[in-house]
């Protein structure tokens, strides 16, 4: 594999991370629940108000994955973590380590800032990234169910 770039992305990336999003999408077997455009997402990461941040990984100048990422709170460490929204690597590149560099750039991002941990949720069927993920030390959760309200449901309960 070439050197990969790590880099903070910016606005203009916009039109490449909903690309990267529509393939991760298709891989997670759910595009149809992609709503967002290209100015929702300079918007959203990279707007006044924005809570998000991006990475693009780059081989040779051309972006092969990238990463979206924001900051969290723990109570009982007392301490900011990250967690990690999106990790994706174009299909054709898997397994060359670019994958590992988006997630080590990240998790050095969080140690040198403090922070008390690095947090991410996974798909159950997803083997080949749980097992990359537990060949670097990370622990699954799974004493821990998440929950989700959206769509009528966030809005009746909101509306109640």
């Given at each position: 594999m070439s050197k990969?770039?790590?880099r903070d992305?910016?606005?203009?990336?916009a039109q490449t991370?909903?690309?990267f999003i529509t393939e991760l999408a298709i891989y997670e077997k759910a595009e149809h629940e992609v709503k967002t455009d290209v100015e929702q997402i300079k918007e959203s990461i990279f707007g006044e108000n924005s809570t998000v941040?991006?990475?693009i990984c780059e081989e040779d100048g051309v972006a092969i994955g990238f990463a979206v990422y924001f900051y969290n709170?723990?109570?009982w460490l007392g301490k900011n973590g990250i967690y990690l929204?999106?990790?994706y690597v174009s299909k054709d590149k898997r397994g060359s380590g670019a994958g590992k560099a988006i997630l080590k750039h990240l998790v050095k991002k969080a140690y040198d800032e403090g922070c008390?941990?690095?947090e991410w949720s996974c798909l159950d069927w997803n083997t080949p990234s749980r097992e990359f993920y537990e060949s670097i030390g990370a622990k699954s959760q799974d004493e821990w169910i998440g929950y989700r309200l959206e769509g009528q449901s966030l809005s009746n309960f909101?509306?109640?």
């Open positions: 990969v770039i790590i992305a910016v606005i203009d990336d991370i909903l690309n941040s991006a990475f709170y723990s109570t929204e999106d990790l008390g941990r690095v909101a509306n109640s």
